[in-house]
Nanobody, 120 residues
Framework: QVQVVESGGGLVQTGGSLRLSCAAS????????MGWYRQAPGKQRELVAT???????RRADSVKGRFTISRDNAKNTVYLQMNSLKPEDTAIYYC??????????????WGQGTQVTVSS
């Protein structure tokens, strides 16, 4: 069994900051890429940022210069530091992790999501 659990969402004013965390636990051999996606009401889920095992990152153009993704491999945890938040960042944020959960098996696990609301 593998679990991926996000935390750190909440309500913040425009220009504020939040830090999201996502921890994977359970029967894990290793973790490849980890990432954050978000889904606003009435919109499709979109990529926010991803990070590989060696720390290579990719971010959506809309968050470059404001959001930073990082990970702690020893803790199987990925973080998303969000600064200069805007109302358009309001969404449910989902974490995912590509986990080697068997000798020949890699599965993408998703968390349950955490709400981020930015008030104007």
């Amino acid at each position: 069994q593998v679990q991926v659990v996000e935390s750190g969402g909440g309500l913040v004013q425009t220009g504020g900051s939040l830090r999201l965390s996502c921890a994977a636990s359970g029967s894990i051999f290793s973790i490849n890429a980890m990432g954050w996606y978000r889904q606003a009401p009435g919109k499709q889920r979109e990529l926010v940022a991803t990070i590989t095992t060696d720390g290579s990152t990719r971010r959506a153009d809309s968050v470059k210069g404001r959001f930073t993704i990082s990970r702690d491999n020893a803790k199987n945890t990925v973080y998303l530091q969000m600064n200069s938040l805007k109302p358009e960042d309001t969404a449910i944020y989902y974490c995912n992790a590509d986990i080697r959960d068997g000798l020949y098996s890699v599965t993408r696990y998703w968390g349950q999501g955490t709400q981020v609301t930015v008030s104007s």
